[in-house]
């Protein structure tokens, strides 16, 4: 993908931008997805996104840049094309017998599984949609993610994090560094074992 750089004015514009790169999969050098708002009132007021995400206050080494208003048309245009829902591999298993439906029409299907679709926290418009085969809507399989964790010095359970881009521990298992197995791997020491993140 070529470098992208966009101008930013206002915090929200900052917090609209990450939220669509981080939706995209995109994150920060460290592997954060923070907004990191110190950044931008330290006039961090061009974001650029590469092949991660990263700032500068004036325009880096005189790149063409687009206005946030651009930027963001440029993403309805894009959303036109289709939504697409993460859900775990035994949600979209099920979405996927639904849909088949043998033996009954889709609304038999629906009706039989109407407490199930209820129950998924993605909303019932996008999966009856989705179940009528709109192509505006697509599910799928979310990768699984995964933590880093040892045993302290006090035989505690601890957890990696990163502090500022510095790699960190923490007890509390909610603010733990999680990415997917590939990702996990390249932060992995004999002193720390890999776990399936809840």
Do not use: C
């Given at each position: 993908m070529s470098e992208t750089v966009v101008h930013v004015t206002t915090l929200e514009q900052w917090k609209s931008v990450l939220d669509v790169w981080f939706a995209q999969g995109y994150e920060w050098p460290d592997s954060d997805k923070e907004y990191n708002e110190f950044i931008f009132e330290d006039d961090g007021i061009f974001l650029n996104l590469d092949d991660y995400i990263t700032y500068s206050r004036t325009n880096p080494r005189f790149k063409p840049f687009i206005e946030y208003?651009?930027?963001?048309?440029?993403?309805?245009?894009?959303?036109?094309?289709?939504?697409?829902?993460?859900?775990?591999?035994?949600?979209?298993?099920?979405?996927?017998?639904?849909?088949?439906?043998?033996?009954?029409?889709?609304?038999?299907?629906?009706?039989?599984?109407?407490?199930?679709?209820?129950?998924?926290?993605?909303?019932?418009?996008?999966?009856?949609?989705?179940?009528?085969?709109?192509?505006?809507?697509?599910?799928?399989?979310?990768?699984?993610?995964?933590?880093?964790?040892?045993?302290?010095?006090?035989?505690?359970?601890?957890?990696?994090?990163?502090?500022?881009?510095?790699?960190?521990?923490d007890c509390a298992k909610d603010s733990a560094f999680t990415e997917p197995l590939y990702k996990i791997r390249n932060w992995q020491t004999p002193a720390w074992e890999i776990e399936k993140a809840d």
């Open positions: 208003s651009e930027f963001m048309a440029q993403q309805k245009e894009d959303n036109k094309m289709a939504m697409v829902y993460e859900v775990s591999q035994s949600v979209f298993d099920e979405l996927q017998r639904i849909k088949a439906h043998e033996g009954i029409s889709i609304i038999g299907a629906i009706t039989l599984n109407a407490q199930l679709i209820k129950s998924i926290e993605i909303g019932n418009k996008a999966i009856l949609r989705y179940l009528a085969d709109d192509p505006a809507i697509e599910f799928k399989v979310k990768k699984p993610l995964y933590r880093l964790w040892r045993i302290d010095d006090n035989g505690d359970k601890v957890y990696m994090t990163f502090n500022l881009g510095t790699p960190d521990w």
